[in-house]
C-alpha cells in the first residue's frame, strides 16, 4: 500500500476500518456463481528466461495447481524473497518480480497485453539521485568532502552559497505544542543549523509523542520551515544525547530525491557541528540538554560562517507494469483486476524503519494482493472449454511504482491496453494477507449504485465480517481508476506493525485467511462478469482516507487529490472529493495549487507542509493557476474523522 507519506501511514490504515460507513443494501437478483474449479495447467510446462520467450520445465518446487492456500503462499514466498531486494524502484530485483510474474501469467495461460505484444508496459520514473562535484561543506578554512563528514539532502537545491550561521535548536515550529525554535532569531539570508528529530526523543512524557515522532520530525519538514523563515540554507546534526556516533546518510530517501525543497542543504557530522558552535554558550550535547530538560528553544546565532556546496543528478529508471489478459465473448466489454507488486526495496523515505538497510519484504504489501490476483486468474480462464469464455474481457496487471505515488496504474489509465471507455470496473487487492477475526475491508462500495448489494450478496458464501468504505479516493491504486470516472472496489485485510518494516514478512501470512479473500475476489469477478454495466457515481467523501487527498494523515482536511505524476511548478489536483472544504470553495480537478495561505508551493511536500501547519476550521487563502491565469480561493478548513 501507498507509503507517501512515511509518518502517517499506520496511523492512516488503521481508520480505514475504524470509519468505515455502513452501505444501504440494494435489492439484486441472484447472480449465477461459475464453480471454484481446482486449477491445473494440463502442459505442465514453465515459460523462463528473462526474454520470456521460450519454454522449460518447472523450477523445482512450482505448483502444478492453484487449489489451496499452499500453494498461493508459493507466490508470496517467492515474490517476498530476499532475493528480490524488497522490489524496490530501479533494482534488479524489481526486474526479477516482473520477468516472475509475467512467466507465472504466460504459465497460466494468458495473453500478453502490454507493449509490443509483450506482458510488459514500461514507463519511466525518477528513483533517487547520485551526488556530483563540487559538493562539500566549509568552515574557518578547513573543507569537509562528502564522506564521513558531509552529506547532501536528497531534496537539496544545487548551489553554493556562504552565509553566517544560526543554531536553531530542532528546527521546529509547532503552534499545537506551544513550542518555535524559531522565536525571536533572524534566519534571513542565514543557514540555519538545527538537530534531527525533535525534544524529548525517547521520552513518553515529552510535549511530542516522545518515542514516536511526530511529522514535525520529518527533514522535509524542517527544511521548509527554514525556507519560510527566510533561510537559505540547513545543515542537519544528529543530536549526540540518543545518536552519538551514527554514520551519516547518504543522499538516497528523503523527498525520493525527485522534487527540491528549494533550499541547499546537508548533514553534517558532530565535528563540523563544533567547528560552527566554536565560541558559543554551550556545546551541541549541552544545547540539546538544555532545550529536552526545559522543554524550551535555545536557538542563538553563531560567529561563524559557512560555504555550502551541492550537486546531485537525479536518476532514473524504466520501471515495468505486468499486464496480462483473458480475451471475453463481448470485445467492447473490460474489466480490470489489478495489485501493485513493488516495495520499498531496502527501506526508502516511506519506511518506518528508517534506520534498517535491510530488504522490505513486502509479504503482505503487496506480494498477497499479486497471488491473489494470480489465482483469480486461474480460475477465471476458459482452458478451451467456450462456456468458461467470461463475457468481459478480463485484464489482470500487477503494478509499478504504487509505493512512489501510484505512478504504473497512472500510466495505465493513461495509455490503457483497452480504451478506458470499455472499463466497467475495476478490482484491487492490496495488503489482503493479515486476516484477523475473519474481517474484510471492501472500499469504494459507493463508486457505483449496484456495488453494496453485489458485495453483501458475494458475501453470503464467504461470510466475512466486512467493514466498508463508499470512497473511490483512497491510498492504492483503484484511485488512478475512479479519477476516470471507472467503478472500482478494492480488498483490504487491515493494518499492522509490521507495515512498511523488514519484519513484513511471508511467516507472518494467515495462508487460509488470504486464500479465502482470493475466494472473495473470484466471486466479485464472476458477478460482476454476469451483471450488467455498473452505474458509476460520485461517491461520498471520507476525510478518515485522507493520507493521499492532500494533507498525509496530519492535519485539517481539505479533500483534494493531488496527480503524484507531477513533480514540481505546483501541485496538480486531479480532483477533489465531493462535499469537502475544497469542494466548497471552489477548487476543480485541472487546478494547480501554486500559494497555500502565504505558503509557496512548488511540490506536494510543500503542500503537505501548508496543511499541517494550519487547524481545523481555519479560513485560507489558496492560489491556483487554472486556465492559464491565477485564482485566489477562500476554503474552510475541515476535520479528519
Not at 297 to 314: D, I, M, Y
Request: glycine share 12%.
Amino acid at each position: 500500500m501507498s507509503g507517501l507519506r512515511r509518518a502517517a501511514a499506520l496511523g492512516t490504515l488503521a481508520l480505514l476500518l475504524a470509519a468505515a460507513a455502513a452501505a444501504d443494501v440494494q435489492t439484486l437478483p441472484n447472480l449465477p456463481r461459475a464453480p471454484r474449479p481446482a486449477f491445473f495447467r494440463p502442459s505442465g510446462r514453465y515459460v523462463g528466461g528473462a526474454a520470456l520467450e521460450r519454454e522449460s520445465p518447472l523450477p523445482p518446487g512450482h505448483p502444478r495447481a492453484l487449489t489451496d492456500s499452499a500453494t498461493v503462499m508459493w507466490i508470496v514466498r517467492r515474490l517476498a524473497s530476499p532475493g528480490f531486494e524488497g522490489r524496490g524502484p530501479g533494482t534488479a530485483g524489481l526486474d526479477s518480480a516482473a520477468d516472475f510474474i509475467a512467466r507465472e501469467m504466460r504459465w497460466l495461460g494468458l495473453a500478453p497485453a502490454g507493449d509490443g505484444g509483450t506482458f510488459f508496459q514500461r514507463f519511466d520514473v525518477t528513483t533517487g539521485v547520485a551526488v556530483a562535484t563540487p559538493c562539500a561543506v566549509e568552515v574557518g578554512g578547513r573543507a569537509f568532502p562528502v564522506g564521513d563528514a558531509f552529506q547532501p539532502l536528497g531534496f537539496s537545491t544545487n548551489g553554493r552559497l556562504r552565509a553566517p550561521v544560526v543554531f536553531a535548536g530542532y528546527g521546529i515550529t509547532a503552534p499545537g505544542y506551544d513550542y518555535d525554535d524559531y522565536a525571536g532569531i533572524d534566519v534571513h539570508d542565514r543557514v540555519v543549523l538545527v538537530m534531527s528529530n525533535e525534544p524529548g526523543e525517547m521520552d513518553s512524557t515529552s510535549r511530542f509523542d516522545g518515542n514516536v515522532n511526530t511529522p514535525h520530525a520529518d527533514l522535509w519538514t524542517k527544511a521548509i520551515n527554514a525556507r519560510e523563515h527566510g533561510a537559505l540554507g540547513l545543515l542537519v546534526v544528529d543530536g549526540p544525547r540518543y545518536h552519538a556516533g551514527e554514520p551519516l546518510r547518504a543522499p538516497r530517501a528523503e523527498g525520493a530525491g525527485y522534487m527540491t525543497s528549494g533550499i541547499v542543504g546537508g548533514f553534517v557530522s558532530t565535528a563540523v557541528a563544533a567547528a560552527l558552535l566554536r565560541g558559543a554558550p554551550a556545546d551541541l550535547a549541552g544545547l540539546q540538554t538544555a532545550i529536552d530538560k526545559s522543554e524550551h528553544p535555545h536557538s542563538l546565532a553563531l560567529a561563524e560562517s559557512v560555504t555550502v556546496s551541492v550537486t546531485l543528478k537525479r536518476t532514473r529508471a524504466a520501471n515495468r507494469n505486468v499486464v496480462g489478459m483473458i480475451p471475453g465473448l463481448d470485445t467492447t466489454r473490460t474489466l480490470v483486476i489489478g495489485a501493485h507488486y513493488d516495495h520499498l526495496g531496502y527501506g526508502d523515505e516511506h519506511s518506518l524503519a528508517p534506520n534498517s538497510r535491510l530488504p522490505h519484504l513486502g509479504a503482505d504489501d503487496n506480494a498477497s494482493g499479486v497471488a491473489a490476483m494470480l489465482s483469480v486468474a486461474a480460475w477465471k480462464l476458459p482452458l478451451g472449454v467456450r462456456t468458461m469464455t467470461p463475457r468481459h474481457t478480463l485484464i489482470f496487471c500487477a503494478f509499478a511504482g504504487e509505493e512512489e505515488g501510484l505512478l504504473g496504474s497512472s500510466h495505465f489509465t493513461d495509455d490503457p491496453p483497452r480504451p478506458i471507455e470499455s472499463v466497467e470496473a475495476m478490482l484491487n487487492m492490496d495488503m489482503v494477507g493479515r486476516m484477523r477475526d475473519n474481517k474484510l475491508m471492501v472500499m469504494g462500495v459507493g463508486t457505483a449504485k449496484e456495488f453494496p448489494a453485489l458485495v453483501d450478496d458475494v458475501n453470503k458464501a464467504s461470510g466475512f465480517t466486512i467493514a466498508t468504505s463508499s470512497d473511490g479516493y483512497g491510498p492504492s491504486d483503484q484511485q488512478s481508476f475512479y479519477k476516470k470516472h471507472v467503478p472500482v472496489l478494492m480488498l483490504f485485510t487491515g493494518a499492522h506493525a509490521d507495515y512498511h518494516k523488514p519484519s513484513d514478512s511471508p511467516d507472518k501470512i494467515n495462508a487460509a485467511g488470504l486464500w479465502k479473500v482470493a475466494l472473495f475476489a473470484k466471486d466479485i469477478v464472476d458477478s460482476l462478469d454476469a451483471w450488467p454495466k455498473p452505474t458509476f457515481q460520485q461517491a461520498k467523501a471520507d476525510s478518515a482516507m485522507g493520507r493521499i487527498a492532500g494533507g498525509g494523515g496530519y492535519g485539517a482536511y481539505l479533500g483534494t487529490i493531488p496527480d503524484y505524476m507531477k513533480t514540481e511548478g505546483g501541485v496538480l489536483l486531479s480532483g477533489v472529493r465531493g462535499g469537502s472544504p475544497a469542494d466548497s470553495a471552489g477548487l476543480k480537478g485541472g487546478d494547480v495549487v501554486v500559494r497555500f495561505d502565504g505558503i509557496r508551493v512548488d511540490n506536494i511536500y510543500d503542500y503537505t507542509f501548508a496543511l499541517r501547519s494550519r487547524k481545523p476550521g481555519q479560513q485560507v487563502r489558496i492560489t491556483v493557476q487554472r486556465d492559464g491565469r491565477d485564482v485566489e480561493l477562500v476554503a474552510v478548513l475541515g476535520r479528519r474523522k
